[in-house]
């Protein structure tokens, strides 16, 4: 069987091959990759901080979050364990 496409006889066997090839580069497209991630600093320049403010309702809850995020961080690259 066959479709008659703009006056020209176009077979069922094309149609597919044309929609699979569609797909296919859609799908290759869509997944190829974005543009190089963009600098932390911004547009502003400068290295900014990349961890979340710390909202303690004391200077010392924010000392002991800080020394807990610090033993933590270390602890977890020495022995390959998390503690978070």
Not at 39 to 45: E, I, K, S
């Amino acid at each position: 069987m066959s479709y008659t496409i703009a006056g020209k006889k176009i077979l069922n066997e094309h149609l597919a091959l044309g929609i699979f090839g569609l797909y296919g580069l859609g799908g290759f497209l869509a997944t190829r990759g974005g543009s190089e991630p963009k600098p932390a600093g911004g547009a502003a320049g400068g290295p900014k901080s990349v961890d979340p403010p710390i909202n303690a309702a004391s200077s010392d809850e924010e000392a002991f979050i800080k020394n807990f995020l610090a033993e933590a961080e270390g602890h977890g690259d020495k022995s390959g364990e998390r503690l978070v």
